[in-house]
């Protein structure tokens, strides 16, 4: 199970480190047995709720709202009782969202998109989950997510600036000119690929 899983980090992300997702993997592979597998193909994200996100005019806060709504929709496809609750740690919700910024400016992000009134905080003083109060189902779908890894730019493909799909494994990246078709892991991987092709073309030719 472990060289499956392995393989499949391997060929999906091109920064995996094997020694430093050892343990993790090893947890995840014993802990399997107690949850049951859901499958979602993808998160419904509708008509009114990007349209109040729109509606925020200003496009960080813009992405931080549609990161939250992401997750939040995506743990209630996993949990039916969520009710629209984000419970994944903050700094990892603004380095998706593509925010760059202090733990202090944090706060303050959240703070505006709750003064909003489109989030509000758990009543329990040491909890600090999220729960998204925009998340309406009874619209039209405009766009289906399955892929997490940059939802920041996700929004902002959404909104009409230029960003691609990486040819290789097909994460969004910003679009810099006509030229770029993969991003920098895969491309620095292809050339890599190129040179060793190179290599042992040369060495079967000085061979024969």
Known sequence: MFNLLNQHMINNFPNYN??????????????????PLVQIEFVPITKKELEVISSIN?????????VLL??????????????????????DIFKIA?????IEKQC????????????????KIENININVLYINDNSDIVLKINDFRELG?????????????????????KQKNNKIKY????????????????WHKNKEKYKN
């Open 108 to 123: 303050l992000f959240l703070n505006d998109i709750k003064q909003l009134g489109l989030i509000k905080y758990s009543k």
């Open 58 to 66: 200003n496009i960080r806060l813009e992405r931080l709202a549609f």
């Open 98 to 102: 593509r925010i760059p910024t202090t």
């Open 18 to 35: 094997p020694v430093k997702w050892y343990k993790t993997i090893e947890n995840q592979i014993k802990n399997a047995d107690r949850y």
């Open 183 to 198: 991003c920098k892991y895969c491309a620095a991987e292809n050339r890599r690929e190129i040179k060793r092709k190179s």
């Open 153 to 173: 730019y996700e929004y902002m493909l959404w909104k009409g600036y230029k960003y691609i799909r990486c040819g290789e494994c097909g994460i969004l990246v």
């Open 70 to 91: 992401c997750f939040a929709k995506f743990n209630n496809l996993r949990n039916k009782n969520n009710n629209n609750w984000v419970n994944y740690n903050i700094r």
